[in-house]
Each structure stands twice: as structure tokens, then as C-alpha cells.
């Protein structure tokens, strides 16, 4: 297990492969849809310090409200193929140094990973009791009343956040390895 | 016997139904993804996956936490004796939502779809999505499914015949639309998953049929031996797709596939896919007016 400490530097992830599993420490954005659309949109200025080195996290988490304080529920990763149109640009203009997410996500992406250096890491999806249990603080939530509890951009300090590198800044991605073998299989069956 | 709705009751046992539903993964579920990890090989990212997901869904249920944070679209079936409300017992059903969503037991999930605005507490149009019919007992039974948007953007409808799939209007056919979705799906749908198949219907009854079969028990066998035979090959098949859970490889694709059938129309064949996540999140009420129990 790789432990990166949030903000990393290009350098540290352009040694990550396909297959390192990565624990995270320190602080991460969470963005899907609506955060992602604002972004490549506006290109919002108030943001950039706040992602700039670290990773944005597509999820949509469970929360509660506890004394004043916001408490992360449940906080499983969505999918991230949603985001493809625009993540490429996204990572470039914010710096961003990891997007993590489940599923994996395409060619543009995966290209713009390589140019700028910056890896794509999965987490499990479905198990969000267990990867809430990470998040130890909510510092600050952004565009809660525009885009809802679901949508908002979360900032969370977390510890050991578990996940898998399954894109990386040179060219690999567990995905299109997987997908390419379970075609040929599926072409045979359907092919009968 | 006259049965009379005590509407706080039914409002607190409606509440507890979505608390089990969101927080305590069945346990014919478990088995499967048990079996499904002794099947990998050890020490491989397929059997990690595996027992990440087993340990998760053993935090949410100690810690009554929800097992996904997508609660998803909830999808009840409800049976009810001759003479009861709908409106009284759709009405109990939406205010029970809300309560579970301020509990935490729901994520605040659904937008309006034309202004983008997010109602805050799971109330809208069709939601949460109610199907009723009668019965002769003098009970309600309520199924309850949460099923998230990852495992509902990749479910699927086919028409048969389909040109590209050389899948004719017959069971061959229905065979290659599964096999084509699922693979599709690849891990997108939080694989390992469990396919429900509705075959025949228009395009709404179909899609009913094929999500009525998440509420089966993984380890039930189809009265209709066709269909028995059709689910039996479909998961044999399906698992040497190879791709795996949250599809990392492995040979854990499907956790079962169940089939239902409706009558079609003689010009409409179609095939409808309802792929669930391995996040199976489902449970039943039983309401009476002595009695509530839960399965």
C-alpha cells in the first residue's frame, strides 16, 4: 500500500501504475455533474487554490447535520464515465493531480492523464459505510443550496482512504485490459 | 375481520422498512458474494473487492449507516387487502420517506427534472415509485427495492429481432441481449450484479417484469422450466465474461439472473434487462392489524 499525502506533487504520481493500491491522507473535493459542468463552464476563479495539487472525488455522499457540524454518513464513489466530456479539461485548467471515482473512464481522459500527469484511482463502489469512516472532517461544502446535498462540492480532510490506481499518467487502463478480453468472450457466445 | 390502517403505525413500520432496506444487505446476497469470494483466486484484486464489500455491508448493518450512498430510486410493490386506501397508504408511504430521509437512512435524492432543483426530501412525481394490487389477506405486504443510478443507467431494452446481434424473436435472442447488456455494463453497474429479466410486455411491463425479479431469492429455482433452464445457462455463461467485481476481472459477473415473462403483442418482442447492483437492497413489510414482522 502507497500512502500519498494531499496536496502530491507530478513527480510522486507519475511513479503510480495501474494495479498500486493508494491510501490518501489530507484534504479532497468532491464534485459530480453539476460541479464538473460548472467547472468546464465557468472555469470559476474561487476554487483554484482549493484543487489545485489534490484530487476530486465523484461522489455524492449521505450527510447529517450534528451540532452545526456536518457529518459524513455514507460516501461510496458514482460513476465517473458521466464526467468524461469534460474531466480532461477540467484536471488541466485546476491542476488537479488524481480524479477517483468507480467504473474507469475513456480515451479522452485517460490521454489527458498522461499529458498532465495525473492518475485516475477507483474506489469500491457500494461500499460507502466503509469509506465514510476516512472522511474525518468536513471543512467547508461549496454550492449547497444551487446544486442540493447530492451535488455540492464537499471539502473533506480524510485518513487511509482506500483505492486502486486503475488509469495512469502513462498510457495504461485496467478497463480497456478488461474490456478487451470480455468481448472476445462475449463475441464467441453471442456468435454461438 | 375488518382491517383498519392505524396511520402511525403503518408510517413508523414504513420507516423501519426503508431502515432495513438501506442498511442490512439480505442474506441470501451475502451467501452469493461469499461464494463468489472462495471462487477467486486468493489474493487477487477480484477477492479483495469481494471482501471489501462483505466488510462494508457488516459496518452498515452494525452501524445502521446506509450499505451505498446513492439510496436510490425506491421501487415498492404493495399488496393490499380488498378495500384499502391507495391514496391513505401512498399518502403514509411519502411522509415515511421523508422521515427516513431526515433519519439518514436516504440520501435526498430526487431532482425536478425540468428545473434542476433537488426537493430535498425524496418527494416528487413518482416517487417513490408505488405498484399496487388486492389480495384476499387481511394484511398489507410491502416490497421495498433501493436501486442506485449506477445499476439504472446500464440496465437495457432490446427489440427483437436485432440485426446486430443476429439475436432472432425467440429464447437464442433473448440469450444474446443478456449477454450484449452485461457486457456492456462491464463494472459500471457495481458488478457483481443480478440481472433481472423481463421478457415480452411493452416497453413498460417488460421493464416492470424484469425489476420484480430482484425481490427473489438468489437461490430459488423458476417454476417454469424454461425460464429455469434460460436463468441456469444465462449465469454460467455471464461469469466467463471474466469481468469481475467492479469489473477489476474475476470470475464473480453475476450473483444470479432471474427471468419473468408477460404476454406481447405479435409485432413487439422486447427484452428488458434490469441490472442490479451487488448492493441488492431490498426487504418486506408485513402489516396487519395485530402484527408487523419484516423479511
Known amino acids: 500500500m ?34 464538473h459542468a460548472w467547472m468546464y463552464e465557468e472555469k470559476p476563479n474561487e476554487i483554484r487554490n482549493l484543487l489545485k495539487g489534490t484530487v476530486i472525488y465523484h461522489c455524492g455522499p449521505v450527510v447529517k447535520k450534528v451540532d452545526d457540524e456536518w457529518i459524513f454518513v455514507a460516501a461510496g464513489p458514482t460513476t465517473s464515465i458521466r464526467e468524461e466530456p469534460y474531466q480532461g479539461d477540467v484536471l488541466k485548467e485546476y491542476d488537479l493531480r488524481a480524479v477517483i471515482g468507480k467504473g474507469g473512464m475513456g480515451d479522452k481522459t485517460l490521454a489527458a492523464l498522461k499529458e498532465h ?41 480524510v485518513k487511509d482512504f482506500p483505492t486502486v490506481v486503475t488509469m495512469d499518467s502513462h498510457g495504461q487502463s485496467l478497463h480497456q485490459v478488461i474490456k478487451g478480453k470480455s468481448n472476445i468472450v462475449a463475441d464467441k457466445l453471442i456468435s454461438g | 375481520m375488518k382491517f383498519e390502517i392505524d396511520e402511525k403505525k403503518l408510517h413508523d413500520a414504513v420507516v423501519e422498512l426503508i431502515r432495513r432496506a438501506s442498511t442490512q444487505l439480505p442474506a441470501d446476497v451475502i451467501s452469493a458474494m461469499e461464494k463468489g469470494r472462495d471462487s477467486e483466486e486468493p489474493g487477487s484484486p477480484a477477492q479483495s473487492v469481494l471482501k471489501l464489500m462483505l466488510e462494508n455491508a457488516q459496518m452498515a448493518r452494525e452501524d445502521e449507516t446506509p450499505i451505498c450512498q446513492d439510496t436510490g430510486t425506491n421501487i415498492y410493490y404493495v399488496t393490499v387487502p380488498v378495500g384499502v386506501s391507495l391514496r391513505k397508504v401512498e399518502k403514509v408511504i411519502v411522509e415515511a420517506t421523508k422521515t427516513a430521509t431526515e433519519k439518514a437512512y436516504l440520501r435526498p435524492n430526487m431532482v425536478d427534472s425540468i428545473s434542476g432543483k433537488n426537493t430535498g426530501d425524496n418527494s416528487g412525481v413518482m416517487s417513490p415509485f408505488i405498484h399496487f394490487e388486492e389480495w384476499d389477506e387481511p394484511q398489507i405486504n410491502m416490497q421495498l427495492a433501493l436501486k442506485g443510478g449506477g445499476s439504472e443507467n446500464v440496465s437495457a431494452q432490446y427489440k427483437l429481432p436485432d440485426n446486430k ?9 433473448v440469450y444474446k441481449c443478456v449477454i450484449d447488456a452485461v457486457n456492456k455494463a462491464q463494472g459500471l453497474g457495481c458488478a457483481p450484479g443480478i440481472i433481472g429479466l423481463g421478457i415480452g410486455g411493452d416497453r413498460a411491463i417488460g421493464m416492470l417484469i424484469a425489476k420484480k425479479q430482484i425481490f427473489r431469492n438468489i437461490d ?25 467485481p467492479m469489473g477489476f476481472g474475476g470470475n ?3 450473483l444470479g439472473v432471474k427471468v419473468g415473462a408477460a404476454h406481447r403483442l405479435p409485432a413487439s418482442f422486447f427484452v428488458s434487462i434490469a441490472y442490479m447492483c451487488w448492493a441488492d437492497r431490498h426487504a418486506t413489510l408485513n402489516y396487519s392489524t395485530e402484527e408487523v414482522s419484516y423479511d
Open chain 2, 220 to 244: 430459488d429455482t423458476n417454476p417454469d422450466s424454461e425460464m429455469a433452464k434460460l436463468e441456469e445457462k444465462l449465469y454460467k455463461d455471464l461469469n466467463k465474461l471474466g469481468i469481475g
Open chain 2, 252 to 254: 464473480t459477473t453475476v
Open chain 1, 117 to 157: 500527469g495525473a492518475v485516475y484511482l477507483h474506489a469500491i463502489g457500494g461500499t460507502a459505510a466503509l469509506l465514510a469512516k476516512a472522511v474525518v472532517k468536513v471543512h467547508d461544502v461549496l454550492k449547497l443550496e444551487e446544486f442540493g446535498i447530492p451535488e455540492a462540492m464537499w471539502v473533506i480532510e
Open chain 1, 2 to 35: 502507497i500512502s500519498l499525502k494531499l496536496p502530491v506533487s507530478e513527480e510522486e504520481v507519475r511513479k503510480l501504475k495501474v494495479g498500486d493500491e493508494v491510501s490518501l491522507n489530507g484534504i479532497m473535493v468532491l464534485g459530480r455533474d453539476n460541479a
Open chain 2, 165 to 173: 446481434l443476429k439475436a432472432g424473436r425467440n429464447f437464442d435472442g
